[in-house]
């Protein structure tokens, strides 16, 4: 069969075998074939420009294939009670995202937070009713505490926005494919948090010179026979002045879904630490040992990994800070812009227990990029606003790549490096969009 009379999937796919493209590459290409959500999405014409772009820039000689092709929902709008919109993964227990393009707010609005739950939502919470609640400090301290709600609201508080990240954010796109919620993006949030330092808590109680960890458990009911999600941690990070026992999110009581009546924010670091419906903190003498802190749970690898590996467990170790990271959040996947037309674009970037020093974005595919103008973050614990313009001289698919550097010089990969559970993940954010199609 000629060139000219091939089907366009099989001229798009002998393009991708030309261009070096890797064997899991074509056979994602297949899988997408199958489906037709490609050509869903664009035609047969778009496609075919994709392949040019992507062609003429590298894109598949460098192991890459078009974020078009590579985006997949695996999860689906449905209907939870004060989310709307969400991408749901789970309904029991509530596991769900929202898209990029619907997290470009400075402050999180509470309805477009991210839910991840471990087990149900406690009666109480669903109810909005905290009679009886009690916060109990104990265990490494010499003044053990019972705390009410109207003990906490009593002491000094503070009012800060702060970003909270699933551990697992962005599992979606590591390849091979690792077991757990397929998080794309959108498993993070920036909301305004209103609570009590923990460290002025734990003074009251008064720590002992053992004093090493911290163990966090809620009200939560756990699933079936699962010990009850528990984590913690180090007490340099529990007396962080950021790190606080919250009440209040955006002004208003919590939401059930995000832990009402209290919970923990420990900003900066993976979003399990921010222990939800709080009741108990026991201050131990040892890193905290509960199942959500031992084997592959919550820990990555001391090392990289060969992709689709697991390393015993003795070399894994405690996820904790988020890395350096960027989302565009004003742009909605397969926008079509006019030749030439001035297109604004922004979004967040965050960088865990580092500060943000630049981002760039780029319109060919990596080969060129330019310096976006970045705002300053309201505190350390905050995403930051970045934002720039572009314009496109030709008709075609493009892709609008974001990519963020910290003050160490750390900076986002194009590829995303794989470990066993799916943790951390910080690949460049990519959008592909329409000009003059």
Not at 38 to 45: N, T
Not at 154 to 161: A, Q, T
Not at 364 to 378: F, H, I
Not at 406 to 421: A, C, E, I, L, R
Request: aromatic content about 8%.
């Amino acid at each position: 069969m000629s060139d000219d009379k091939k089907k366009p999937w099989d001229k798009l796919r002998g393009q991708l075998e030309d261009n070096g493209a890797s064997s899991k590459d074509l056979d994602r290409v297949d899988e997408v074939t199958s489906r037709r959500k490609f050509l869903g999405q664009l035609g047969a014409l778009g496609a075919l420009a994709t392949f040019g772009v992507a062609s003429e820039s590298g894109l598949v000689g460098r192991g890459l294939i078009p974020q078009a092709m590579a985006e997949e929902a695996d999860a689906s709008v449905k209907e939870v009670s004060g989310k709307p919109g969400m991408l749901v993964h789970n309904v029991r227990p509530v596991n769900g995202e929202f898209v990029p393009h619907m997290l470009d707010d400075d402050i999180t609005p509470t309805e477009r937070h991210f839910v991840r739950n471990n087990g149900l939502v406690p009666d109480g919470a669903t109810q909005r009713d905290a009679q009886g609640w009690t916060l109990t400090i104990d265990g490494e301290v010499h003044t053990p505490l019972k705390l009410t709600l109207a003990d906490l609201k009593s002491m000094d508080s503070v009012s800060l926005p702060m970003l909270i990240e699933c551990g697992g954010n962005g599992r979606a796109n590591f390849d091979p494919k690792v077991r757990g919620n397929p998080w794309d993006r959108g498993a993070v949030g920036c909301a305004q948090w209103t609570g009590v330092p923990l460290r002025d808590i734990l003074k009251k109680a008064g720590l002992k010179d053992s004093a090493v960890y911290t163990a966090h458990y809620g009200d939560d009911p756990s699933l079936g026979t699962a010990p009850p999600f528990s984590r913690g941690v180090p007490i340099d990070k529990a007396m962080d002045k950021y790190t606080i026992v919250a009440y209040q999110m955006n002004g208003k009581d919590l939401d059930p879904l995000n832990g009402f009546p209290v919970r923990l924010v420990v900003p900066g670091w993976v979003g399990s630490c921010s222990q939800k419906w709080l009741s108990r903190i026991w201050v131990r003498d040892q890193v905290h040992d509960s199942k959500k802190m031992s084997g592959y749970a919550y820990r990555v690898p001391k090392y990289p990994v060969v992709p689709g590996t697991k390393p015993p467990k003795s070399d894994m170790e405690i996820a904790t800070s988020w890395r350096i990271k960027s989302l565009i959040t004003n742009l909605e996947p397969n926008s079509k812009f006019a030749v030439g037309q001035k297109i604004p674009v922004g979004g967040h970037a965050w960088a865990g227990e580092n500060k943000v020093s630049k981002v760039y974005i780029s319109t060919d595919y990596g080969v060129t990029w330019k310096k976006a103008k970045l705002n300053r973050a309201p505190n350390k614990y905050s995403w930051q606003r970045f934002g720039t313009e572009i314009s496109f001289k030709g008709k075609g698919y493009y892709e609008v790549w974001a990519r963020a550097f910290d003050d160490d010089g750390n900076t986002q990969p194009f590829q995303q490096p794989w470990n066993p559970k799916g943790y951390l993940g910080n690949v460049i954010h990519r959008v592909p969009v329409l000009v003059g199609v």
